[in-house]
């Protein structure tokens, strides 16, 4: 990784991606693409082929120390001894009222050993706060964010546009699976998921080979993709975005991720007393699915209304690539989080129909299969 005199990061594919001709914004304190050939080709790869997105700005932590996954349970709401190794849990840090410290990827590998992959915007706070909580344990936390190149190749033809390339076995991986592979003769952690709603793998490795592996596959004509289709791809996927969807003020069960937070299996944890309240009680508010009716498109911040009154706030909009419809997420009361519930979205003074939707918006024909 290098730094540029206004302290902004670049990746180790930065002069790669300038080469590519890519419109380059800041992002988390990166310098990233926004898009290479156009959001919406870059879109379409994704769904129709193969897509690639430089994800090297997500901090990578290796974890390792006797019984493991004991040592962590404190730590978030999801039951980490459920897993086997070579199995993943996306899951959650928590604050103790509940909210959402970060979203994250859990793989664990086995003989006490797990990879953790968090979001570029906390990974130092992400960092810091597991390493004082980690502090009477004999947890290791090794930091190898800006020693590794992360590379997510999506879409119905990324395994097979990979499969020659790497040694090892990644066709038979199902969803969140993973496992160790060697790539030009190095090392690397390949793992069946991703954020765009496409079967695909992410994959991560030392520098050259990540070099090497982005110059093989742009020859072999792999769309590269930026940051403008990776958020259309997630939105209509109905994937959280950090900062905007959650944060540390919203809780797994009121954004839907309830599916997450294993109370019956699991003993204490940081934050349960307010998400077992929530389960019992139910929750005030909700992250719905929302498509306009008709012209408008609602984005981030804009306010929903009910009858004229302000009742919640757009958190993602955009217009869907795939479907041709405006789409956002947003959180609205409990009692207007059903399905077919009408609303409006105030977009710059005017009042647009909206409806509550079922979520995702999108759904792929081509998942990976089932673990």
């Known amino acids: 990784m290098t730094a540029t005199s206004n302290q902004t990061l670049r990746t180790p594919l930065f002069d ?41 700005h997500m901090g990578k932590f290796l974890l390792s ?35 959402i410290i970060d979203d994250f990827i859990f793989y664990y590998q086995g003989d006490n050993r797990a990879v953790a992959i968090v979001n570029a915007a906390t990974t130092d706070k992400d960092k810091n706060w597991l390493l004082e909580n980690l502090q ?3 947890v290791q936390l090794e930091d190898v964010s800006q020693e590794r190149i992360l590379l997510a190749i999506q879409g119905p033809q990324a395994i097979a546009t990979l499969t020659d390339l ?37 994959i991560m490795l030392p520098v050259n080979a990540g070099q090497q592996l982005w110059d093989t596959l742009i020859a072999k004509g792999v769309t590269p993709c930026g940051l403008g289709a990776r958020d259309t791809l997630r939105l209509e996927a109905a994937l959280s975005l ?19 937070v294993h109370l019956n299996s699991k003993k204490d944890f940081i934050g349960r007393e307010v998400l077992a ?29 009910c009858e004229g009154e302000e009742v919640g706030i757009v958190t993602s909009g955009t217009l869907s690539p795939t479907l041709g419809k405006a789409i956002a997420l947003g959180y609205v009361p409990q009692s207007l989080s059903k399905v077919g519930q009408a609303l409006e979205i105030d977009i710059r003074g005017k009042k647009y129909p ?10 792929t024909n081509t998942p990976p299969p089932k673990r």
């Open 136 to 138: 009477d344990t004999s």
């Open 242 to 260: 950090y900062t905007q969807d959650i944060d540390d003020t919203t809780t797994p069960i009121e954004a839907g991720l309830g599916w997450i």
């Open 277 to 305: 309240e929530q389960k019992e009680e139910g929750v005030k508010r909700r992250l719905v699915g929302i498509e306009m009716q008709g012209r408008g498109i609602a984005r981030h911040d804009y306010p929903i209304l």
């Open 16 to 56: 790669r991606i300038i080469q590519q001709k890519a419109r380059i914004t800041e992002f988390a304190g990166w310098e990233m693409p926004v898009q290479f050939s156009g959001l919406k080709p870059e879109h379409s790869a994704a769904r129709e082929s193969v897509g690639m997105f430089d994800i090297s």
């Open 354 to 363: 909206a409806v509550v939707v079922k979520k995702p918006f999108y759904r």
């Open 65 to 99: 120390g006797e019984n493991l996954t004991e040592q962590l349970q404190f730590l978030v709401p999801s039951d980490l001894s459920r897993l086997q190794p070579g199995e993943s849990q996306y899951t959650v840090l928590l604050n103790p009222q509940g909210g």
């Open 166 to 202: 790497v040694e090892g076995e990644i066709a038979t991986l199902k969803a969140f699976g993973h496992t160790e592979v060697s790539v030009f003769g190095e090392k690397a952690f390949v793992s069946r998921t991703g954020y765009t709603g496409e079967d695909g793998v992410e």
